[in-house]
């Protein structure tokens, strides 16, 4: 089945650049989203990219896609304490239902240290 | 002010009880959903809803039943035989078009004591 890895969790400093992998196995997805979730809340939606893209800039953030390897990538620059939070990558595609579905990996704990 | 709404917070109640979560939305999105998150692990899809009257299984339906009866509103009910239902739930909706980008609620936190 469709399956999304992540790595558990990344340590930077304050003003750093973060950059959250991503690697995923259905080369059928179409959009690929990132979300950010901070304690005991919902999900936010962070910024998306099209499969027939490589790159996406949405001020801090640049999402890289390597359609070929199946890695997603999100970097932030210029890191803030208020960016510490749970980041997922979720690709959606139509696997095997009449739905976009979301596939959701385990989550990276991105800490940021001041 | 426009968003999804999910309540209660937080939700404790005794082994064997049904329980209904509340979801709306008034975003005018056609599709809404249902997750589930343990501790440490991504969500996983309980039941969807692409219309109204309408609705699907997703990957852990077991246990749980839902209905979509208007369109703003998707209540899931955790029966008494879903094993183990300690876990937060988030619900999300969608517009039904070419990115279906799914947009979430703040999540209920449910313990069965």
């Known amino acids: 089945g469709e399956d999304v890895e992540q790595s558990l969790f990344l340590s930077v400093r304050e003003g750093d650049s973060s950059v959250i992998n991503c690697t995923y196995t259905?080369?059928?997805?179409?959009?690929l989203y990132w979300y950010k979730q901070e304690p005991g809340a919902g999900l936010q939606l962070l910024t998306y990219i099209f499969s027939n893209m490589d790159m996406k800039q949405d001020q801090r953030l640049t999402v890289l896609l390597n359609k070929k390897d199946k890695h997603l990538s999100l970097r932030i620059a210029d890191t803030q304490t208020g960016d510490s939070a749970i980041y997922f990558c979720a690709p959606q595609g139509d696997y095997g239902g009449a739905t976009n579905k979301l596939i959701f990996g385990t989550g990276t704990l991105l800490a940021v240290q001041p | 002010d426009g968003g999804i709404t999910q309540s209660p917070k937080y939700l404790f109640r005794k082994e064997g009880q049904n329980v209904t979560l509340s979801c709306e939305q008034n975003?005018?999105?056609?599709?809404m959903y249902w997750y589930r998150q343990d501790p440490g692990q991504g969500l996983r899809l309980i039941y969807y809803?692409?219309?109204?009257?309408?609705?699907q299984k997703g990957d852990i339906a077991e246990g749980y039943s839902v209905s979509r009866e208007k369109k703003e509103s998707f209540p899931l009910t955790v029966t008494s035989a879903q094993k183990n239902p300690t876990a937060f739930y988030l619900c999300a909706s969608s517009i039904r078009g070419s990115t279906d980008t799914q947009y979430f609620g703040p999540g209920t936190r449910l313990t069965v004591l």
């Open positions: 809803s692409q219309i109204v009257n309408d609705f």
């Open positions: 975003l005018n999105h056609d599709a």
């Open positions: 259905d080369s059928s997805s179409t959009y």
